[in-house]
Structure formats: structure tokens, C-alpha cells
């Protein structure tokens, strides 16, 4: 056939008529959720989980001994009942008559064996400094668990939402576990694309009941800009943090939506290196502290997303936050002030040096949060028209994580997720033996208010350890935590039944419906 | 003609080779750490070096580049470290994406490209010629991502007609089963990723095919055809056409190799689950064996595409030997 | 990549024109312009690029601000005025160093032929075999952020070409009378390629590199948009643009006239090339 080029533009009106086809969209159908999330899920392994997307999606394939309520409090799912029988030892009593997905029972050695393997060094669970206090885990009976601690622990019940496994289907299966997962959850696996969505389908079989939903598709949208346009558009039903602030301002405007914001488990910091020779000295930390403004950034960069930190308790940490623990807050003159005590000279130029050498800072953050970049190159102008010769460097996270654990940095900027418990948040990052201590701190009353307090489970005692380490931090500030992490969900307002967790979790997915 | 193709498949042996060296070496050179990539901050400096033991990094380069080629010759490509698949599954899930996105694109620059350049050939210094050519300029002088996230705003967010990210059914599948509904959507998400992506190569091809038929009008058998009475279309189509294709097919060729590249920001923007958007974000995370075995697969899909278009070349043109 | 057609006996050839075209005349046109920009800043505006007042963030053009403000309430007809400069020394730069590399080795190719020649072009069709922008990225993660790192990757990426195209108008005129006519007088190897060969070698050089700072600069921005371009608190026109798209439906004005700097540029330096080819080369086709 002659090449025609009028064949080509009829052909190509045909395929454009066909493609944007009627211009009416179809409905959605009803009884599936259309779920919008930033990256693909790394494993579907409850074990070695360490991402958003993987938690969420496993979170309803998967049930805990504990599911963890909004309150933070630990309620019952796998495990019926559960006491403390004596300082190291609890003993968990199994749910009756519960089943994995393909139809085996789930007895006490599936839990026996999801901890055993959890605390295996050689399964690299990231997760698995959470639970070295464990010494011991046998199964008494078929539905009896024993746990046996080092020490008191006091948040294990935090940290027994941690799927369990079928220890049957992890045997035979091997690697191909992860991507196969079985468990005894809301929703069962169906497929998984990788980079683009994951299904899951109804548990008519669920021990609570079955879910209201038919199917959950989980959608991979990497950029924040696209995937609110396309909750916009129609294209998902759900969205969640992480969000562009711009988008959240938006969407609150947009009748179909509704937007939620609650304060979250997360914290952004700036994290500054102990033993630097510049920042060695506090009184150089607390002039930094000071010359941050706080307020503006909270309200111009993040819009009012997150909220100002004040110290590093969380709100979310009811019966041990307090407000009136307070870092340095934005005072220009207190921050000159103690940077001349300090012993640093402005020179002619106008830039402060001691002893010859130049107060030279560099701020690290990485790249792929825009908000954390647009902090670190507002923080960096401040501080050069403040006297110091400041510079940014921005890496991608292993490069950046890569120079945290070399303490080859002087101040980054960091978050913090998932903080469900002050131990979390604080003992492996200031503990002098922490494994998350890159800042190198090194403080002796610290080390034992943290070890009193893991093994502390009255309230009280541990609201008042925790805010004294809180104190000595907001004096120290080897952290100056900036913002409250903001936990935001958008939803189409047709779904019907969604409650937010400021955990992040979608347990509420079980009762969650699409007419 | 067969010495020569013996000759083109034997030199794709080196150029491979020696692509998968410095893939290896590039990897080697990256900053960061894999096991950061898999236990993310939770991460301890005893657990980072059990892992580099783990992954064989604590050995001595040339031992490592040397099993890293055994590995390959037996197919083995490694398996991720943050999605813990075999990087050869992952590769073989996302090149379809990729390849259906690329062709596509091609098909829409060369379908439009080539007539609108013939067209403004034909209206040489014309008002027509001068506007094609002026948007044709314009189009080659525009950056892919801003274009992109310019139609998602107008198609998909503002007018609603089109959606705004990912793929459909596979393209393929849904010609084979002749299922319309799957082919619409496979179209619908096609369109956006599918123009932005052929934008620049349409804006080129449009160029580059007025430009040689413009050469080969001038041509003495060009004229002696019209001295000799032919029809002007016939003239057009049959004798000038057909040679001044010749440069045009060889760009064509090129340009399915750019499009493999720009598809890496494309799907980025669309979310397009295609081995562009892998590699970025394996190399974004130091997923060393994905990033490695991606870069090798590309690199022998380029080798195959230019040496095939080289050979295509001497096959229509046996004058021709580009060497 | 030149054609080694045999010509036509009869074929007219295409005369080179005397005068560069009017397009070409508008493309230099615009670069004097965005020259004079980066050269000398001040004229164009007064305010800080690198100050700005944060609650005056994303603020749309005002009699205060003549293009508006961008995401940290720096002005932003002063960040591109400023940023010119550095797209300017990537492109300008990245191309001299491609074309440095790719010449050299293009030459040697060409002249010396053999063993040095398919040397060379093994290691030419190596570096073809990666797509660009993946083997630029893999390239500034490895040297870490910094113009120095995008200019090196960039002309990693792009010597390429000078390389084939030179070789193979090396080869053409290596049989020429006049290379056999200055080796029967005595003259060097390198006397003979630099004073002769080069001379004749270099309009598709001039033509390719002319054009290649075009796609230099796209380039950069592209490596922005992906988060390894020339860092902050540099005022780049890539980092603006990638920020830009962010914020385009609050704030257009961003995206919009980074985008027209970046696009005017790229035309200039396309308008030009286009017209240089017309005046030195009409035959030539790059790609």
C-alpha cells in the first residue's frame, strides 16, 4: 500500500477518538478502594518489611498478637488475652479457631517461629533491634506463647503488632515467600506488579468478621504532584501522607474530598555532630537553634502541615508530652550573643572566625524530599548573612546515611516515623551504646534515665523519666527536633467508613466500604 | 552481504563486554551503601559490614568482576536487595512496559513527523513551511518533563478526559484478544506518556525529512522524471520519496535509542512501571545488582538496535558500508 | 554521521551560502542577549539573588518583582539573570570538553586507521551503548553533586559524536593530493593533521557543538528535575524549573519562565547551528 500521509492522520484520529473514548469516564466500581502510595512495597515478608507501602499492605494480609488503636494502646487481634506474670515474663493467650489463607490453622508455633526467625541475625530484619530484649519464646500449647525478657521491657506490646507468619508456607516456600505472602489478615494476596499495584481480595473467612470491601488495589505513584491529581481526577479513592503542602492546600478545597490532619508519629530534626570541632561546643548548638526560624518555616515551607516542635516528646505520646519542655526558640540576638561567648569574631568581611579559622558549617539533608531541600537552602542563606560561611549538600539517602554512620557530617537534616513509643524515639538515638547514634552523644544521666525506662511499665515513672531526658536534650541539642510530622489522609467522600491512624495504619480497612 | 553481517553480530561481542565492565565499575563507584538500602536507618555499622561480607563487596576488585562475569554467563543476574526478586524477573516485567511506551512513540513521531515534514517540502518558503518549521524548532528546543507535567495538568486534572498516571492492559495483549475494552484503556494511558515522549522526535524527524527531500528534489532523476511528464505525486512518492527516506530511516533507527532513554523521565512523571523508572530509582537507592543488570540489558538492546540499523542501511544501499 | 555515498556524476551540488540566514542572524541574536545576561547581571536587575523574604513566597509578577518570587521568596528575574551564567558555563564547558576529547580521538582514528581506529571505535560504540541521561545520572552519583560533576558527566556523554563525525572526514581527506603532496616535502604527522586536516574537518564540528550546547543545557535541567543536577543555593535554571513543575499550578509564573529562558536559549543556539551549517556545510545532517 501506497504511503499515504492522509491514511496516517485518519488512522491517528481514530486511535485519539478511541482514546480519550466518549470523554465520560467510567464509574468506579463499588466494593473496591483504590489506594495511591509513594513507593513500591520492598517485601511483603512482615518480617523485613521497611517501607511505607509494604507496613500498609501487610498491615491487612497479615494480623499481630496486638493491633495498636488510635490512642496508641495496644488491643487484642491474634492474641485473645495476654498478662504479665511476672517483671520479664509475659504469656499470651491465641485467639481460637483462626485460620491462614490457605486454610491451615494458625497455632502458637507460627508465632513461636515469626519471633524466632525475626531475632535470626541472619534474616537482617531491620526491624530486629526492637526485640533483642527477647530471650526466650516457646509455645506452652497450641494456643499459649511464652515470652521471656533480659530485662522488663516496656514497650514489647508496641512492638507485638509485628505480623505473624504461617511458619508451613514460609518452609516451603523459601525466598518466594515475600512475594507470596499467607497470613491470617482482613485481605488476601492477589497479584503484585512490580512498580505499579498491588490487588488484594477480600478474607470472606476473617475471624473478626468478613470486610466490607471486595478488593484493594494499591497503586505506585512516586511523585507527590501526580498522584494528588490523580486522587483529583478520580483515578485513586485514597491518598496519605507523604503529600506536597501545596496539594494538601488544594485538595482541602476540593467538594469530593475530604482531608484529614492529625499530628502524626514523625518528627523532621536537624542532627548535629557532637564531637565536630565547631559544634563540640553547646553554645555554638544553641546559637544554630536560635538563629532557626521555626514559626516561618512551619507556616510558609510546610504550611502549617506540620506543626512547631517544641522538644523531642511527641504530642502523640499522651500522659508524657508536655509543652513546657522547651528547645532554644528564635532570638537573633541571644544567638549572636552566644557565638562571640563562644569566641567567634566577625571579621572584616563580616564572617565569624576563631583563631584564624573560618565557623564554616555544611547542612546536609537528601534529595528526595523537596520540602527538607527548600529548609536546608533557607537555613544556609540565613546563617551566611549571619556571619557563618555556610554551604548545602544535598545527597541522595544511602549517600547520606552512608556519612551518618562515618560521622562524616556536621549538621543534617533528618526525620524520624513511626515513633509509637518514647523508647523508640530515644534510646537508640541518644543512648551512648545506641545504634542509631551517629551524633556520638555521650551523656551518663541520659544512658540511665533510657535504661530505666525500658524497663519501667508504670506510667507515671515513665512520664517523668522521659521528660527529664527530654530537658537535658532541649539544653544539650544534639537534636533540634524542627517540626511535628503531620499525618494527613485525603479520601474521596464516597468511601464511607475510613478512621486515620495517626500510626499511619489502615487496620480500619477491614470496615471500610465503597457503595 | 552475509561476511558483513558475520562481521556486525562478532564486534557486538566486545562492545557488551566491555558495557558490562564499566556498568560493573560504575556500581563499584557509587557512594552509599546496599545494605543501607535494604535496613534503611535502622541500620549499625556491624550489620553494614556483614552485609558487604554477605554481597562478596569485601573482596578484591578484580576477583569480583571476574565471578560477576561467571555469573552473568550462566544467567545469573543477582537478585535485588530492596525487592529481594531476581533482578532478571524484575528486568523482564519492566522492559515490556518500557518497549511498549518507546514504540509507541516512535510510531506516533514517524506518523506525524514524516508527513508534516513532506508537507512543508512540498510548501517550501511558504507561510505552511515557515509555521511547521517553527514549531518544529520549538519542539525540539522544549525539556521532556516540563511538557509532560503540562499535558497531566490540561488532559487529566483540568479536562478529565484522559488518566493521569500508570499503564493499562498491556497494548500487545489487548490487540491479540481483541478485546476493545482493554484495548481503549490500554490507549487511554498510552496517549499522554506516548506524545510527550515522541514530541522532540517528531519535531526532529520533521526537520530531517523536509531537509532530504528538499536534497533529493534537486536531484537530476528528479528532473528528468518531470521533464519526462510524470504526475508531481507520483514524482514526489515514487523517485524522491523513496530516496530521501534513506537518511530519515537511519535517524528513525537512532531515535528508538534516545526514546529508550527519554522514556526514563517520562515514566518517572506517568508513573509508568517501565525499566527506566527502575533504574533510576535503583540507582537513587544503591541497588547495585538492579542497576548493574539494567544497564547491561540496555546497553545490548542499544548494541542490537544500532548495529541493526546499520545493517538495514547496507541492505537497502549496498554503496553504502558504514564502518 | 556522514554519508560515504559516491555522488552522481550530475548531481548540483547544494553552494554553501554566502551570508548566514536570517534564522541564523535571530538565533545569534538571542544568545548575544542571554551573553549579555550572564556577562553583566547588574544591568538587568538590582535585587539578591540569593536573598529573599520567605512569607513573600511564590508570589505571582508584581511592579515589585518583575517575574515573580520563587519557592523561598528570592526574586526570580534575578535568579535567571543569575542562573544564565551558569547554564551558560555548563553548556559552553561540557561541549568544549566533548569536542576537546572527541576531536582528538576522532583524528587519531581517522589518520592513523588499523589498529588505533578500531580501538577507538570499539570504546566509541561502548559509550553509545548506554542510554544518555541514565549513563550522565550513574555518573553525577558517582561524583557526587556539583557542576564539576554534571560538566564531567555531561561530556562523558556527549563526545561521542564529534568523535565519529571527525574520523570519518579524516578518512576522506587523508587520500587527498594535499596530504600526500605535504608528507613528500617532510611535514609530520601532527603538522599535517593540526595544520591541514583540522582546517577541513571542522565545519561539522563547529556545526554539532553549536547545537550540542543547546541539548547541554536541556540536559542539565533534566538531571535537576531528577535531583542530580548543580545543587542549591546555586541559582540554576534546571533546580528552577524542577521546583517550578512542583509548584505549577500555584505558582506558573515558576515553571513558566524558567522554561522560556531555558527554551530560548536552546533555540538560539539551534538557529544558529542551522544557519553556520547553511553557510560552511549545507550537506551535513546531524543527529
Known sequence: MRFRSSHLVLGLITVLTMATGGSVRAAPASGVLRIGMDVDAGTLDPRLANDTTARRVIEQIYDGLVELDPQLQPRAALAESWSQVSPTVWVFTLRKNVRFHDGTPLTAADVVFTYTTLLDPNLRAPLRSLYIPITKIEAVDDATVRITLSAPYAPLLKYADMGIVSRKSVEQMGADYATHPVGTGPYKFVSWQRNSSITLEANAGYWKGAPRLSQVVFSIIPDNTTRAAALEAGDVDLIHSPLSPQDVTRLKTVPRISVTEMTGLGLTYLNMNTVDPILRDVRVRRALASLIPQQTIVKHIYREMDRPATSILLPAWSGIFTGDIAQPTHDITRAKALLAEAGWRATDDGTLSKDGQKLSLVIRTHSEDPNRIQVVELLVSILRSSGIDARAEITEFPALTQALLAGNYQVALLGWLGLVDPDRGMFNQFNSKGSQNWEKYNNAQVDALLNEGRQQSNPGDRARIYREVARIIAADLPYYVLTYQGYIVAVQRRVVGFVPNPTGNFRALWNTSVP | MGRYLVRRLLLLVPVVLGAATIAFALVLLLPGDPAIALLGQEVSGAELVRFRHLLGLDRPVPVQLGLYFLRIARGDFGTSVTLHTPVLGLISSTLPATLELAVTSLVLAVGCGIPLGVYAARRRGRFPDTLAMLVAQLGVSVPVFWLGVLLILLFAVKLNWLPSFGRGVPLIAAIVTGNLAGLTDSLRHLLLPAVTLAFFNLALLSRVTRWALLEVLEEDYVRTARAKGQRERIVLTHHALRNALLPVVTIVGLQFGSALGGAVVTETIYGWPGMGRLVVQAIGQRDFPVVQGAILVLALLFSLVNGGVDLLYAFIDPRIRYD | ?287
Open chain 3, 1 to 287: 554521521m556522514r554519508l560515504l555515498t559516491r555522488g552522481s556524476a550530475t548531481t548540483k551540488s547544494i553552494a554553501p551560502r554566502r551570508r548566514l540566514t536570517v534564522s541564523g542572524w535571530v538565533g545569534a541574536g538571542l544568545l548575544g542577549i542571554i551573553l549579555l545576561v550572564a556577562s553583566a547581571p547588574r544591568l538587568f536587575t538590582r535585587a539578591d539573588p540569593q536573598g529573599g523574604d520567605i512569607t513573600a513566597r511564590l508570589a505571582p509578577p508584581s511592579p515589585g518583582h518583575a517575574l515573580g518570587t520563587d519557592h523561598l521568596g528570592r526574586d526570580l528575574l534575578a535568579r535567571l539573570v543569575y542562573g544564565a551564567r551558569s547554564s551558560l558555563l555548563v553548556a559552553v564547558t561540557s561541549v568544549g570538553g566533548a569536542v576537546g576529547v572527541g576531536v582528538t580521538l576522532g583524528l587519531a582514528a581517522g589518520f592513523y586507521g588499523r589498529g588505533i581506529d578500531t580501538t577507538i571505535m570499539r570504546v566509541v560504540d561502548v559509550f553509545l551503548a548506554f542510554p544518555g541521561i541514565l549513563l550522565a545520572l550513574a555518573l553525577v552519583a558517582v561524583f557526587g553533586a556539583g557542576v564539576g560533576s554534571v560538566i564531567a558527566a555531561l561530556i562523558l556523554v556527549s563526545w561521542t559524536q564529534y568523535a565519529r563525525v571527525v574520523r570519518a572526514a579524516t578518512l576522506a581527506e587523508k587520500g587527498r593530493e594535499y596530504v600526500a603532496a605535504a608528507r613528500t616535502i617532510g611535514a609530520g604527522d601532527l603538522h599535517i593533521v593540526v595544520r591541514h586536516i583540522l582546517p577541513n574537518v571542522s565545519s561539522p564540528v563547529v556545526i554539532l557543538a553549536t547545537l550540542g550546547m543547546g541539548s547541554a543545557v536541556v540536559a542539565e535541567s533534566t538531571l535537576s528535575f531528577l535531583g542530580m543536577g548543580v545543587p542549591p543555593p546555586a541559582p540554576s535554571w534546571g533546580w528552577t524549573l524542577a521546583f517550578g513543575t512542583r509548584y505549577l499550578r500555584d505558582a506558573p509564573h515558576i515553571a513558566t519562565f524558567s522554561g522560556l529562558a531555558i527554551m530560548a536559549t536552546v533555540l538560539g543556539f539551534n538557529l544558529l547551528g542551522d544557519g553556520i551549517r547553511d553557510l560552511l556545510d549545507p550537506r551535513f545532517r546531524p543527529q
